[in-house]
């Protein structure tokens, strides 16, 4: 299932607003719709973001008329700016627009292999998002058992990335090796990403699942109904404290209570070694509607005040382990963490 | 705010099912009506369901054409099974119905004084509900400090009772005592009583409040940003274990993880010294639609396959102290529950 790809001059995407009611694909031609693409939440998800981010620049590169050098950067920079401005503390998004712009101003290849250059280099973002996951995908798949009944927060699936996922992809490579097991998804409130496109992609791939409500969760780590959790990461510090969609720490600290070892999965680009802590990571706050209506219709009274912190973060204690593209890392994670992110020449 | 009430042979109740967009009294005159309003929810939480259990009983006395204490006493049973069975796994409900057949066995007045004495029955189970519920609010108030910022679960305030509430009741009763508190709601995913139901009590009342996911809740605990919780309970265990709607136990983990104080509150009614611990309490699994729609609004995909416990059990080693109409119980709950159960007598 491929969430977006450029080919033949188009960007083909999912459009996941339509999601679990209908699979869509949606053909853009052009950067501005990319970026409306990105803004609107056609398309989610960091690695995505960062991909489609790439995307639009191709596009843009491809409609550039600038003869010149100087006109080319300056294009664009114009439709980098446009893009970037859609979701500006999606960290992937700047860096696979800086990653483009860098690559251009560091070339000395005429205007008309630039535009080659910008593609190719937007293509090589999205495959390594892909081979990053897979990689990823292997390592948490082997720590998961025949039988095992996994809790997953938010969503971390294919639709998250160009393919693949984090968290749910090592579910879904684990199932594809033959393994038995039933995944238990937490709607994830309040923009319900688990009931609308976790749920949605299990069953693509077959995989047993049950759909809970975030609350239920702790009846069942306490029944020993649930043997693992698994979720992603929005940003990792450098002692292994995981920021995450808000109610993973609910989750991690009563699956810890209970014995029942957490995994968190992300790619290396979402550890940032500059934090000391996760007590320096800012939690975004966002409107009032995801949490006092559904599809536009309200249920919480008029003019109520709303507390919407869309990330919490989970202490590296709850957490039993680190999966990413370049293996598994355990406890001490500020020292392990630390050589996988820098990792000695053989 | 006075939930529902009996007077001059009219039943009347706030339709709950229209709050919080609109604040709607009905009439009732006949007690298939009062059943059918149990089973639809116009009035649920469950003092509010023996009271209006009651008040059905009351209605059908005053309806009976029967001259004999034979037909009266079936009249009355065959209007109680209709009334039993609207919730039957309601333990006040029940429990109403059978103390006024009781009263009603157990009198040799004639016919006409039995339907006064249904009546008289009735309301004294209201109004006794009312004293009980004001005891147990000024016992919790004392817990409650200027500046506390308290996460509330579900809905316990007056409209789930005939008046003033469990746990919000507490809560109602230190801002009216002057206290400077703050409470946030957790809106309680999946029927959302505390978005649709406590929001808007507290906005009613005048006490400052923050609607949230039930996810939030985590971050404030983390961030030492809320010190208390309060919550109610559907059935209490002789070693403290309590059963109460389903996220209670993730709640109460992580606040007891971070030190922050966790309160249920509860009449004694809801204690069953029978029970050895909350392993013994059944959970109760409810319909999927609860979890795929909101307001019949459908975002989860069709034909997923949904997991609904609507109680979850909170261990007693969780719980600072239980607040009941007779006093604070504090840990070993044992022991305690005991003593406040089987008062010496003076």
Redesign the interface.
Known sequence: MRTLELRDGIVRMIDQRRL?QELVYVEIRDYPTVARSIKEMWVRGAPAIGAAGGFGLALAAMASHATTREDFVRDLEHAGQDLYETRPTAVNLGWAIQRILKKVRASNLPVKDLRDLVVAEAQQIAEEDIATNEKMARFGAALIQDGDTIIHHCNTGPLATVDVGTALGCIIEAHRQGKKIHV?VD????R?QG??LT??EL?QYGVP????????????L?RGLATKVFFGADRVASNGDVAN???S???A??AH?NNVPVYSVMPTTTIDMTLASGREIP?EERGADE??T??G?????????????AF??T?NKYLTAIVTERGVVYPPFQENLQRVMDPVEG
């Open positions: 679990p238990l709607e994830t409130r309040p319900l009931a609308r749920a949605w069953m699942m049950t759909l809970i409500a975030d609350n239920a969760g702790g009846h069942y306490y969609k808000i109610g720490y609910k989750l600290v009563v209570e939690i949490v006092t559904i599809e219709v309200r249920f919480a009274p008029q003019g109520v005040r709303v507390g919407n912190p919490d973060v202490p």
